[in-house]
């Protein structure tokens, strides 16, 4: 049996299979039409609307960034390329809805390109007008962080912000181009779930997704029921680490060596 | 192609290849772990070709469009170096005896590309290391701790705030081992348990990000 099982892997195996299981109670759950799973309303969301509105008003473009490296497909950071592709469709469909200009700051790794541009197509037919689309607004500025940051400030000043909206895989790219938004009066809202550039996102937007917001966030907008189940799933999650800290502090107590017993 | 071929497919290849690679970390069965492998290798390949030839598309039209927007001198000549760059790139790579190891290689990069790269990079760093003060907005009780915490841990560094301050690294270390680490440790959690769940749906087949209107 320990030749097989991988050692040291049996509590992260535990923790899927409780998502998992969740999971699945949940899927089997969304079979009822009547069920509606709800979150409660995060203030960056309605801040997105608001943004779009103060676009219109000062006749400026909206734009988005996803981090000049978030188009990770096959990294541990994947999840957060999805994220940002369902606000990528919100704020596409949005900005169609309300006859805004919306720019996209394409990340530098091209294989996600596709699934950008399809994404924001997908927006705008949502919306009903596709034909307002326009391939030319998705901007692409070659590989690297430092093309990319000053292709961003570049249209910032060239072109206006009325609203900045950046959620993805940020590392220090982000804190040049919110500061140009600022420094060009828009309205920066953001977030990432990468924990070390949260502090950025926190002081220097003015509306922030503190780390797992985003997903959260994602789940809201997209007002899909599948989404949503996912943060009830979460939770679940959730109240098992806490029972796991729980019953460490518990074990701890009476003499036993938690870490050996948790990395089995 | 019906629509349900153009979902059920990929997302079948997605399940079953995801299946694969998670597998061996928790299965140690040598036939898995060749899988594992093989499929990662594929899947950097795959990636690696697709984003060189759609990035080299893209950069063209980017440059075209911008030059479009703003027909400039300047425009053209960056357009223009851009391509001389890589035409240097490949050409010295590929015509000179001994590749990317020839002695005109080794110059172009040491002496022209990581000096260029080098100075824009600094300049980066250096509007980056400002841009923090002078974008730095206190609206919120995480962005005004966040600051707080932060400022103490940065001054404690300090060998004057050291003598005229002692009590502030004994604090700075506080902050840094305890609310930093507990803070940090429950929002990592938290952000993995989330991207857990995006997984999980994947290999479900559940995942509904990208679905299509039409």
Not at chain 1, 42 to 56: D, H, M, R, Y
Not at chain 2, 6 to 12: E, G, M
């Amino acid at each position: 049996m320990s030749s097989v099982i991988v050692p040291g892997t049996i509590l992260s195996a535990l923790v899927l299979l409780v998502i998992a299981a969740a999971s699945y109670y949940y899927f089997e759950k969304l079979k009822d039409p009547t069920y509606q799973p709800k979150l409660r309303d995060i203030p960056a969301i309605t801040a997105i609307k608001e943004g779009v509105g103060k676009s219109l008003e000062e006749n400026k473009p909206v734009h988005y960034q996803m981090g000049a490296s978030g188009g990770q497909l096959y990294s541990t950071l994947v999840s957060m390329t999805l994220v940002a592709l369902t606000f990528l469709r919100y704020i596409s469909r949005l900005c169609a809805e309300m006859g805004a200009k919306l720019i996209v700051h394409m990340p530098y790794q091209a294989e996600s390109i596709p699934l950008i541009e399809g994404t924001t197509l997908e927006g705008y037919r949502e919306a009903g007008k596709p034909e307002d689309f326009k391939r030319e607004n998705l901007r692409y500025y070659g590989r690297g962080a430092l093309t990319w940051t000053q292709g961003v400030t570049a249209s910032f000043a060239q072109e206006g912000v009325g609203l900045n909206l950046a959620i993805g895989i940020f590392y220090s790219d982000c804190p040049i181009s919110l500061e140009m938004a600022k420094y060009m009066n828009g309205l920066n809202v953001g977030g990432t779930g990468r924990w070390i550039m949260v502090y950025a996102f926190a002081m220097m937007c003015d509306y922030v997704f503190l780390g797992e917001e985003i997903y959260a966030a994602a789940a809201v907008v997209s007002q899909d029921r599948m989404m949503l189940v996912g943060m009830l799933i979460e939770e679940v999650g959730k109240f098992f680490v806490f029972l796991l800290l729980g019953l460490g502090l518990l074990l701890s107590l009476v003499g036993m060596d938690v870490v050996a017993l948790f990395n089995m | 192609m019906s629509a349900t071929w153009r979902t059920l497919v990929p997302t079948l290849i997605v399940s079953i290849t995801a299946l694969l690679v998670l597998a061996p970390f928790f299965i140690n069965i040598p036939a898995l772990n060749s899988v594992q492998s093989i499929l990662n290798s594929w899947t950097v390949i795959i990636s690696a070709v697709t984003g060189c030839a759609l990035g080299l598309v893209y950069m063209t039209h980017a440059i075209y469009a911008s030059y479009q927007r703003n027909k400039d001198m300047e425009q053209l000549v960056m357009g223009v170096t851009t391509y001389v760059f890589i035409a240097l790139h490949l050409g010295l790579a590929l015509t000179q005896s001994g590749g990317v190891n020839s002695p005109a290689y080794q110059w172009w990069y040491t002496v022209v590309y990581q000096n260029v790269g080098a100075t824009v990079y600094a300049f980066m760093f250096f509007t980056l290391a400002s841009s923090a003060y002078r974008t730095m907005i206190l609206n919120s009780v995480e962005a005004t701790s966040l600051a707080v915490g932060g400022l103490i841990y940065t001054l404690r560094q300090i060998p004057l705030f050291q003598t005229w301050f002692p009590w502030m690294v004994p604090l700075g270390e506080w902050i840094l081992l305890v609310p930093n680490v507990g803070g940090s440790r429950g929002a990592v959690i938290a952000a993995a348990l989330a991207a857990t769940v995006y997984g999980v749906r994947t290999i479900w087949g559940k995942e509904i990000s990208l679905r299509e209107v039409s």
